[in-house]
Each structure stands twice: as structure tokens, then as C-alpha cells.
């Protein structure tokens, strides 16, 4: 089975500007991955932010992006709001038919 | 409103077994998968596996086959996942999701393994 590894963490002054990345032990994301990113605050279950790549929720402050970049999923956060502050989780699909969670990323800002 | 909920909290002692349900409501049962994803206190995110409510059928991960099963209630619009054989680090909030854009997610349900 894949590992998918995130940063652990990293921080963000208010209205900088930030890029997660997700990285699949398999090889190299792709569209292919339908990556998904997901926001949690503490207590609180995961929030999508971001699926098949590139594609925001309703609810997804155009300050979040998602793209590929150099064979990673990548989340970019521009323009970091204190409300930003949590934990981020990519998620790969392999095929449709397993998926897997990357280790997720503690975002601060600060 | 598209909604999940799911029963409450569960003691358990090791070994034993635990079914947790999720309840879907505000759109047809059949139209989406569910998935099943839990988290250990402090930990990141763990897929489990899904199930396709229209058949039955799904998947799980490698890590817990033969200790899971997830089913299905098409009656009530119900999905089941029951883990065996409880150990200690089966502790962790257990969440169903509705596939498709993995909305809605369920409230959660705090699974604790102890003796």
C-alpha cells in the first residue's frame, strides 16, 4: 500500500503565502489521483477544501488553489488568514478503488 | 440538507467487537458511496474502506481486512461498519463520509478500547 507524505508543519505570516505538497511512494501524482485536500480544526471532522485536483468546494476561499507541481499534489494558500490555522490532509485514490490520507500538515500562522 | 449521523459513543473491552452506524439523509441512499475514515487522538487520517450502498459491494484497506466489514440497510438508509477483535489501538473517532466530493462527513463516533 502507498505512504503519501505531507509537512509535518509550517508556518505563515497573515497574509503570506504558503504551498503544501503531497507526495505518493507509488511515483508521481496525477490527475489520475483525483487529489483532494481537506481542512480540520480541532474537534471538528475534516472539511473538503479542494477535489480532483484543482477544484474548490462551494465553500473554498478562492485564496486556496490546487495544482501539480513537480509530480506532488500541491495546496497553495495565499494571502494566510489567522482563521487558516489547521491541520491540512491530502487523500489519493489509486485506481478508484483504495485511497490513502498523507500525513497530514499543521499549518500556524503567525 | 445532505446529512450523516452517526451513533454514539462506544466502551469496549479487547477483543471484543463494535459496529458504528451512519445514517444518511437529504438525497437518494444509493446515489454515492460511503467511506469510513478514523483518527487516533492526535494522529492524522486513516482510510478504512467504502462501501457502494446501491450493491453492497466496495473495498478495504489491506490493513483491515479480515477485522472490518462494512454493510448496508437500504431500508433505513444506513451504513455499518463493524471492526473485531478490539485492540487497544483501534481507540481513535471513527467518521463516514459520502463519497463524491467526500460531503458531507459524519460528526464522528469515539471508538474506546480499554479493559
Known amino acids: 500500500q502507498a505512504v503519501v507524505t505531507q509537512e509535518p508543519s509550517v508556518t505563515v505570516s497573515p497574509g503570506g503565502t504558503v504551498t503544501l505538497t503531497c507526495d505518493s511512494s507509488?511515483?508521481?501524482?496525477?490527475?489520475?489521483?483525483?487529489p483532494y485536500w481537506f481542512q480540520q480544526k480541532p474537534g471538528q471532522a475534516p472539511r473538503i477544501l479542494i477535489y480532483d485536483t484543482t477544484q474548490r468546494h462551494s465553500w473554498t476561499p478562492a485564496r486556496f488553489s490546487g495544482s501539480l507541481l513537480g509530480g506532488k499534489a500541491a495546496l497553495t494558500l495565499s494571502g494566510a488568514q489567522p482563521e487558516d490555522e489547521a491541520d491540512y490532509h491530502c487523500?489519493?485514490?489509486?485506481?478508484?478503488?483504495?485511497?490513502?490520507f498523507g500525513s497530514g500538515t499543521k499549518v500556524t500562522v503567525l | 440538507q445532505m446529512q450523516l449521523v452517526q451513533s454514539g459513543a462506544e466502551v469496549k473491552e479487547p477483543g471484543a467487537s463494535v459496529k458504528v452506524s451512519c445514517k444518511a439523509s437529504?438525497?437518494?441512499?444509493?446515489?454515492?458511496?460511503i467511506h469510513w475514515v478514523r483518527q487516533a487522538a492526535g494522529q492524522g487520517l486513516e482510510w478504512m474502506g467504502w462501501v457502494t450502498p446501491g450493491d453492497g459491494h466496495g473495498r478495504l484497506a489491506q490493513k483491515f481486512q479480515g477485522r472490518v466489514s462494512i454493510t448496508r440497510d437500504t431500508a433505513i438508509n444506513t451504513v455499518y461498519m463493524e471492526l473485531s477483535s478490539l485492540r487497544s489501538e483501534d481507540t481513535a473517532v471513527y467518521f463516514c463520509?459520502?463519497?463524491?466530493?467526500?460531503?458531507?462527513w459524519g460528526q464522528g463516533t469515539l471508538v474506546t478500547v480499554s479493559s
Open positions: 507509488t511515483g508521481a501524482v496525477t490527475s489520475g489521483h483525483r
Open positions: 487523500f489519493l485514490s489509486y485506481g478508484g478503488l483504495y485511497y490513502v
Open positions: 437529504g438525497y437518494t441512499f444509493t446515489s454515492a458511496d
Open positions: 463520509a459520502r463519497r463524491g466530493v467526500f460531503d458531507p
